[in-house]
């Protein structure tokens, strides 16, 4: 069921906190008031009746007796034609009733009747009032704590639990309890503390997202060469195609004192900030060891031994790396498991082949099984030949249909656009990639390399 279909069941099958309030209150009170009522009845005829026999028995007592008395105000007749005159006497104050028996007749006679004023009547009634009052006020103020405790205990407790999602605790729940909207409004704070955790949550991913952008930005800006060198013969060239998605692919070249120059193609298995790292430490490893003067097999055997210890399980570094002496125009080529060989567009029928020495990925293996594959073979190259390097990723660019373009037609590409002047040559090229890839663009970052000997 839906929150808010649960919502509304419950004000329909609980009693609201104001029908709560008005009836725990109103039903208390109207009891109180009708038992009181009783009571109050009960004594009032009974200070009454016993009133009157006062009066009765006073008012005989004074009338026959002797002590003198003062009327000092004006009488008034009451209905029945009964005279009344307020009087003074020596014990206080009273009432004379008179009445007149055949006024005006030889039978006349005069009744009276002085009923002197008792307090006794006046004191029990005060007492009555006064009881009832304080019984009343402290049933009354039982049922305000009742009452007040069945809303505020709730209530606190609604207190303790925002405080605790104020402090920064997301996580803790309100428990629902009390009238039917304190368990609305707690579940209605239990539904927003769940959505700030949420919104936390994915604040604190997007920021550790942006950091990790920064940081795989930064690392993949110094995975690129900070230029490209000038050989004389040759016209040397590159293109970094970057995508959204970080990875481990560089390109680099290499010179060695002894007047050679290394062009250097790789990519780490797996995208993102780790690949990143990865390919920045294996950059750095295979031009620290390949700057010197010596065999490239040796160059990668150190660099595999070092990666082999540095990287975790199911991560590896493919490399592909071709020396070039300018002076012999004779490249020597190494390949560590790249995928993509080298590519030579051969100036003497227009064909292009492929150069792919045996070799697996750096950090398989910590050393022999390495050592035993790796092969290191040379190439001429030749007057109007073009040689290109590059990542897998090309071969992996999809279309709108999900297509990889595949290795024949990147390397027709490659072939169909073989032109003297390199900077055509790869405008050329990436247009065909960007055409194929369509408005999605990369997926993977691309790195191409490629180098043109000028005839003689």
Request: proline letters at 4%; aromatic letters at 6%; charged letters at 25%.
């Amino acid at each position: 069921m839906k929150p808010l279909a649960r919502e509304a069941d419950l004000r329909l099958k609980v009693m609201g906190l104001k029908a709560r309030f008005v009836l725990a209150t109103t039903v208390p009170l109207a009891i109180v008031m009708a038992v009181t009522a009783a009571l109050l009845y009960s004594k009032a005829t009974g200070i009454v009746r016993d009133s009157r026999e006062v009066l009765l028995s006073e008012a005989v007592r004074f009338t026959h007796a002797d002590e003198p008395f003062e009327i000092d105000q004006e009488g008034w007749v009451r209905p029945s034609g009964v005279l009344v005159f307020p009087f003074k006497h020596a014990g206080g104050r009273g009432q004379l009733y008179r009445h007149d028996i055949g006024l005006g007749t030889s039978t006349h006679d005069r009744l009276e009747l002085r009923v002197p004023e008792t307090e006794q009547a006046t004191g029990a009634m005060l007492r009555v009032i006064a009881g009832t009052f304080l019984a009343v006020l402290v049933i009354g103020a039982a049922i305000s704590i009742w009452v007040a405790d069945g809303v505020s205990k709730p209530v606190q407790g609604l207190i303790y639990d925002v405080r605790q999602i104020a402090l920064g605790n997301l996580r803790h729940h309100t428990k629902a309890r009390g009238p039917a909207e304190l368990r609305l409004l707690a579940r209605a704070i239990n539904h927003m503390s769940a959505d700030l955790a949420e919104g936390k949550e994915t604040e604190f991913q997007l920021s550790v997202r942006q950091r990790e952008l920064e940081l795989a930005t930064s690392v993949r800006n110094a995975l690129l060469p900070e230029g490209t060198p000038l050989i004389e013969g040759y016209d040397l060239g590159a293109a970094f195609l970057s995508s959204p998605h970080f990875g481990g692919a560089f390109h680099e070249f290499v010179r060695r004192a002894d007047g050679l120059w290394g062009v250097l193609v790789g990519e780490v298995s797996g995208h993102g900030v780790p690949a990143a790292l990865v390919g920045a430490t294996a950059r750095a490893y295979l031009c620290s060891e390949l700057e010197r003067v010596g065999e490239v097999a040796d160059a990668f055997a150190r660099v595999n031994r070092q990666l082999a210890g540095d990287m975790r399980r199911g991560m590896f570094v493919t490399a592909l790396y071709a020396l070039l002496d300018p002076a012999e125009g004779r490249l020597t080529v190494a390949c560590a498991g790249h995928k993509i060989p080298l590519l030579r567009v051969c100036a003497a029928d227009g064909q292009l082949r492929v150069v792919q020495p045996e070799g697996i990925a750096l950090g398989f293996d910590k050393g022999p099984v390495f050592e035993r594959r790796l092969q290191v073979v040379e190439v001429p190259i030749d007057p109007g030949d073009r040689l290109v390097l590059a990542n897998s990723a090309p071969v992996r660019i999809q279309n709108a249909a999900g297509e990889e373009l595949g290795e024949k037609a990147f390397y027709a590409r490659v072939r169909k656009h073989c032109a003297p002047d390199t900077t055509q040559f790869l405008r050329a090229l990436r247009r065909d990639l960007e055409s194929h890839a369509g408005e999605a663009g990369f997926q993977e970052d691309i790195s191409l390399v490629t180098l043109f000997r000028n005839a003689i």
